[in-house]
């Protein structure tokens, strides 16, 4: 019942840009996609380090979802970040859940590459990906923010 899903999408904007903004400022994704992410709070540590955690209110399916991460693990030189859900809709679904950004530049593309990694309560319990979708959308509403 565990499961991985990635997924990539090509961005104009500079891989850097991505990379600063998940792993210091996603509380401005609220402001590059309103329609989408509601909030990002932090609740303890200090934006862009391993170990704090944040809290995301957004929009899935018309639905509005909480969830709430530990930021896991920071990867400067392959520009990732890795955040494990704690509480929140996600947990009702998942024993364990977590989501990797990473931006890399191929050539003269950039990529974000979203993988979401997580064991299911039980079968009947589907694939993420309504919410991978939505990360590829909130991906673009930042690339549109920028250009």
């Given amino acids: ?3 991985k899903l990635v997924s990539s999408v090509e961005v104009k904007s500079c891989a850097d840009v ?5 792993r210091h400022r996603p509380h401005t994704i609220s402001e590059m996609s309103p329609t989408k992410v509601k909030a990002c709070d932090l609740h303890e540590g200090d934006w862009g ?6 809290c995301w209110n957004y929009t899935l399916d018309g639905k509005e979802k909480a969830t709430k ?16 859900v704690i ?28 993988t979401m990694e997580y064991e299911k309560l039980n079968d ?3 694939d ?8 590829l959308h909130v991906t673009k509403d930042i690339e549109t923010h920028h250009s």
Avoid: R
């Fill in 1 to 3: 019942m565990s499961g």
């Fill in 87 to 114: 509480e929140g809709d996600l947990l009702e679904l998942y024993k364990t859940f977590s989501l990797t950004c990473h931006v890399d530049t191929d050539g003269e593309k950039n990529l974000a590459t979203w």
């Fill in 69 to 84: 991460e530990i930021i896991e693990a920071i990867d400067e030189e392959k520009k990732s970040v890795k955040f494990k």
């Fill in 49 to 54: 380090t391993v170990g704090s955690v944040i």
């Fill in 124 to 126: 009947s319990v589907e």
């Fill in 18 to 22: 991505f990379h600063e903004i998940f």
């Fill in 128 to 135: 993420p990906h309504t919410l991978m979708e939505f990360c």
